[in-house]
Structures are given as structure tokens and as C-alpha cells.
């Protein structure tokens, strides 16, 4: 006899089940419900209708209930929302929205993917007025991008600094619109290490965003918003990215179980609970592999591999359950950055021993025309050098480099591995030495103690405390710029010199990007300075780590000039 599957929620998760059910059992009989009017649209793609770049909302759509039908033989049941599962009997009740009747429908399985729906605070006052958005589909960016074009705003805030807060307030900009970003942490974009996001804050000033963090949202007044240290920021429009919650009351309702961290709990097929019930996509928790803990990952792409593992499990078919990682990425104006795995912050909060290394060698070889630097940060375990995760920026392939580095997280690869990797090379594409490679050649060399480094942020302290630092860099290049208290000694002059170097205290050395800096270090070693150490990130690193708070907070700079070339 067939089976009778029902699936809660049409999107990535939902829509995934329904086809890879259909290519697996022909004869199944399966129905989508969807209580909103869309069914498998582009979440991710929804901030690039406000700009234009994706010029027609319904683009958005990849699908419809007659091409479901057409296709695939599944019934997507649109504008029509599961209340209510009766798990004695194995039905559902669902309600057609647009007239308010409601039915009964019978499973054999049950498929939940309901997904997440955004955070609105209600301690914040003015939060219910009618310019203040969320954006959580199809519908939601129409409506706000019809108020914004309609009512010829000309300042938005954006309450929140995650993906979808930095994406609508790159692509409000985009449209002409001046955008105040408010972010209650000290940074943008938690998967990145307070020194990368740095990195980002700049790309966002330096295109006129108005960034706000260490402050969050106390009020939503008549066309402006009021911080909770009191400034006043224009804003005729708000949309709250403050995060997102899982859907999980139909789940909680029908006595489902729910996990630790909030979302529907499963094992490792993707079950609940109840032996008939699967979930997945955003309300779910799942187990990161690296933290050996459960956790939640609003992703596209886990919730596509977790709908292939469930339409498997029902058709009988065993999946491996790896876990997750934390895979993303992201584009912001001109600059591409990924990351995987744990960053600093994360691997010590979970107690991990480790290092880091940050570097910024070439995205490709750099006598071709668009080469651009390429900032890299990798995250090890010490002292077995398994490599724990990975942040990369740039104007280049960050994701394929990144990638790599979720592939050997997934392989448990450790930084010999990594060191060893071949990769593919063209002039035009990267460089013989990939990035990745570097960055375990540096990072192997800290590890087997052939190298001393103080990472970026130690760097203002070190100026304030009047260490002693050598500039590698030429002498133009140091009349441009330079830290307030650094000794010009050229890489191409050192060993005439020796006698300017002391060795009764530490030695800090820096370049622009930390490579005639590793190689003075190196040399300094073998000459017998036994108390050397390079600089994370040069000079390059040292700006962009300290510009925006300098221009923030009105501090004193330590550089003569900011230098980004």
C-alpha cells in the first residue's frame, strides 16, 4: 500500500523532502502545505530584491504548486497552515487561510520544517507601527521595498548586525538610501574574530553605512529610533534583523520533545520524538561536530542535506549523520568573506587549547592586474594541530578557500595535511603557494616553536608601553606611515644594523603584510637574538584593526598616517 507523507512547510527543508521523496517512491502520495502564498523561494536571495539586483520579486519563486504537480506529482497546498497534529490518530488539521475552513488530513509520516521566524522584542516601544519590518520572505520584502520606494524614504535603520542585517542595509544603500546599522555587540557578524570583523566595519563605513555597535535599540519613534545610550538616529523606516527563533509551537503543542537549545529536538536520522514524525531545516538542533554539543544553524544548506537524509530514511535508505560545522558566506560591497568551523572566541569558550595565525598573502599571483590581498585567519588545536576552523576576506575566492578548510575540518585533517594539500594553480586563478598552504606553513612553525608572533590587537598596548618595534619596510613606505614609536630598519638593511638591535628585551617586528617581517625574524633567530617576535597582520592588519574604532571613538591614534595599499 502507499504511503501517505505530509509535509509542514514548503520551503528549502519542505520542498527538498517532497522532490527527493518523489525521485525515490513514485507511488507515494504526498502533500506540501505552505501557510504562506510561496512555496520553494529563495530566502537568501530576498536582500537583492531591494536594490534591484534581482529586478522581479516573483523571481524570487523557483517553484509553484502546478509545476510541483506537473513535475513531480506533489500536491503544494499554498495559503494553508497546520494548526494543530493529532498524533493518537495520526492527522493533522490544517487551516485554508483564505477562507478560514478547516480539514483533516491522515499520514503515515509527518514531515515538520516549519523554519524560523524573526525576533521582534516586545520590550522595545513602537515596535508594532507600521514602518518597522522583518523580512522573513516573499511577501516581506515586497512590502518593504513598496514602502520605502513609496514613500521616497531617505534613512533606514537596520536593528542588528548578523547576515540579513548587514544584506538589507548593503542593498538599501545600494537603492540610495542612507542606512544606520545598530548592533548590541562590539562587532558585525559573529562568525568572525573581533580582528577580521574589523575588516568589515570599515568596508561598511567607508561606503557611508552609519555603523552603531555596542548599543542597542530602546525605542522606535515618528521617523527617527533612540539607542539605548540615548543618541537619536533618523529613520523613517526600521527593519529588526535582530535574529531569528524556531518554529516550534506546533511541535511543543502535539508534546513533541524539545531539545536544550530551544528547537525541535531529532536523532541522528532526523526523527522526533515521535517515531513518525521527522523535522528539519531551522527549528531544528542539531549536533556540531567540533563542540561535541547540540546547537542551532540557520542554514540553507544543512537543511537541504538533513531533507535528503529524511526522504532517505523513509524510503529506507541509511544516511550518515556527520554533524555540522558552521559553514558561511557572505558579500558586502566590494569585498567576499567566509568562514567555517570555531573561531578564537568560540574555540576558547569552549575550552579547546589552541592558536591562531593571520595572514595576508596574495589571492593570486601578484603581477596580474586584479591581484588583491587575501586576509586569512586559521584556527588550530594544540598542541595536535588539528585544525579547527577558518575566516578568509578579500576581493577573491574566499569561499573556495574556505571550503577547503570545512573540507579538512570534516576529514579531521590537521595542519601537516594541510601544509601538503595540492591544489590547482593558474596565474589568473591564485598561486602556486595557495593561501591555505601558507597559513598551515606559518601555523606549523608557531606549533613546533620556530616562530613567535603577537596577533594584532596586542599591538596598541605594546606602542603605549613603548616595546621595542622594528619597521622591516623601506624607507618611503615608512614616511607614509608607521606606528608612533617604530625604528625604520628595512629588511634590505638589518644585517649592516645588528648593532641598532637589542638583546637584553623583546623585539617586535613588523612589515606591511608579514613577510619580509617573518624573514628579518628568522634571520634575527639564527644570529643569535633569542627574543624576537613578528607582528600578526603588519602593518596592513594594524590599520584596518584599529581605524574604526579610532574614528569612533575619537581615541588617539598609534600610526602617523593610515596606510591600506
Known sequence: ?????????????????????????????????????????????????????????????????????????????????????????????????????????????????????????????????????????????????????????????????????????ENLHLAGIHVSVIEFANQIMTPYDYDMAQILHKEMVDHGINLIVNDGLAKIGNNFIETQSGKQIDAQAVVLAIGVRPETKLAENAGLAIGETGAIKVDHNYLTSDTNIYAVGDAIEVYHRLLHKPTRLALAGPAQKQARAVADHICGIINRNLGVIGS?????????????????????????????????????????????????????????????????????????????????????????????????????????????????????????GKYREVKVAQVRELVENSAFIIDAREKNEYHAGHLKNAINIPLSEFRNRLDEIPKDKPVYVHCRSGQRSYNMVMALQNLGFTNVLNISGSYLGINLYEYFNDLVTGREKIVTEYNFK
Open 328 to 448: 558561511s558566506s557572505i558579500h558586502l560591497f566590494d569585498l567576499n568573506a567566509a568562514a567555517t568551523g570555531l573561531n578564537v572566541r568560540t574555540a576558547e569558550d569552549a575550552g579547546f587549547s589552541y592558536d591562531s595565525v593571520y595572514i595576508m598573502p596574495g589571492d593570486k599571483v601578484g603581477l596580474i592586474p586584479n591581484s588583491n590581498v587575501m586576509h586569512f585567519k586559521l584556527v588550530y588545536e594544540t598542541p595536535t594541530g588539528k585544525i579547527l576552523g577558518a575566516q578568509a576576506i578579500g576581493k577573491g575566492n574566499v569561499d573556495k578557500r574556505i571550503d577547503v578548510i570545512a573540507t579538512m575540518i570534516t576529514l579531521n585533517g590537521t595542519l601537516d595535511d594541510l601544509k601538503d594539500l595540492e591544489l590547482t594553480y593558474s596565474p589568473m586563478l591564485g598561486t602556486a603557494k595557495d593561501v591555505v598552504n601558507h597559513a598551515a606553513l606559518v601555523a606549523l612553525n608557531q606549533l613546533n
Open 1 to 169: 500500500m502507499a504511503k501517505k507523507i505530509l509535509i509542514v512547510g514548503g520551503v528549502a527543508g519542505g520542498a527538498s523532502v517532497a522532490a527527493r521523496l518523489r525521485r525515490l517512491d513514485e507511488s507515494a502520495e504526498i502533500i506540501m502545505f505552505e501557510k504562506g502564498p510561496h512555496i520553494s523561494f529563495s530566502n537568501c536571495s530576498l536582500p537583492y530584491y531591494i536594490s534591484g539586483i534581482i529586478e522581479d520579486s516573483e523571481s524570487l519563486v523557483l517553484s509553484s504548486p502546478k509545476t510541483f504537480k506537473d513535475r513531480y506529482n506533489i500536491e503544494a497546498r499554498v495559503n494553508n497552515e497546520v494548526v494543530e497534529i493529532k498524533r493518537d490518530k495520526k492527522l493533522i488539521i490544517v487551516k485554508d487561510t483564505t477562507t478560514d475552513h478547516t480539514y483533516e488530513e491522515h499520514y503515515d509520516k509527518l514531515v515538520l520544517s516549519p523554519g524560523s521566524a524573526p525576533i521582534r522584542p516586545n520590550t522595545i516601544e513602537g515596535r508594532n507601527q507600521l514602518n518597522v519590518f522583518t523580512v522573513r520572505n516573499v511577501v516581506d520584502i515586497q512590502r518593504l521595498n513598496a514602502y520605502v520606494k513609496e514613500n521616497d524614504l531617505k534613512d533606514v535603520a537596520v536593528i542588528g548586525g548578523g547576515f540579513i542585517g548587514v544584506e538589507i542595509a
